[in-house]
């Protein structure tokens, strides 16, 4: 098991911010490679009422399953690679892998075998060191929605806050509120269900 804190900062970009960033660093269409994230959550949304994310990515040929808490103003990120066919019994069965995602499940309270498919989004991404931490730069796909984000994750909270707003008045983009990839595909789906 992998285990991590995550401290992380995101801002929504226009279409032009973002390919005004793409130039400023130099990036190209094949500088981005394509991720599709796979959400779970339970019938009644239990992950989500803890604030908490469950995710498949697949990159390529490797899946990493991976559940994100809230933890003391970071996020803590479990870890479990997965081979394609748990992968595909997770994505098209439910039938959750043993092991460290399934217990952590468990331990917050959650019926691991009541989980399902939420749905998938498709990010093509970029990422680069950027001063002590990681940019990325994100454009994702998701039902008929298309998004652009910017993330840092930062070594350290106060440092991390100082270097992303600095980048963000340096190119003169507007501080927006970004929600999370689950949370903007879920409130896609609720908006073609109505």
């Known amino acids: 098991m992998a285990q991590e804190l995550e401290i992380e900062y995101k801002n929504m970009l226009t279409g032009d911010e973002f390919a005004k960033l793409c130039t400023a660093f130099g990036l190209k269409t094949s500088s981005f490679f ?8 339970t019938p009644t949304f239990a992950l989500m009422d803890k ?40 994505i098209q069965l439910g039938i959750v892998p043993s092991g460290e995602i399934e217990q952590a499940v468990t331990k917050i309270g959650v019926d691991a075998d009541q989980l399902v498919l939420i749905g998938e ?10 001063r002590s931490g990681k940019l990325f730069l994100d454009h994702s796909l998701y039902l008929d929605h298309n998004d652009y984000e910017l993330e840092y994750e930062a ?10 707003n600095a980048l963000l008045l340096e190119h003169s983009i507007p501080r927006r509120s970004s929600k999370s990839k689950m949370i903007r595909l879920f409130q896609a789906t609720q908006e073609k269900r109505s």
């Open 51 to 90: 604030k908490t994310v469950l995710r498949i990515r697949a990159v390529g040929a490797q899946y990493d399953f991976t559940l994100k808490q809230p933890h003391n103003g970071a996020i803590l990120e479990t870890h479990q690679e997965l081979d394609d066919e748990e992968s595909r019994s997770m």
């Open 155 to 164: 070594a350290g909270q106060g440092s991390g806050a100082d270097s992303f």
């Open 121 to 130: 989004l498709t990010t093509k991404r970029c990422q680069f060191p950027y």
């Open 34 to 41: 394509k991720q599709v994230n796979y959400y779970f959550d």
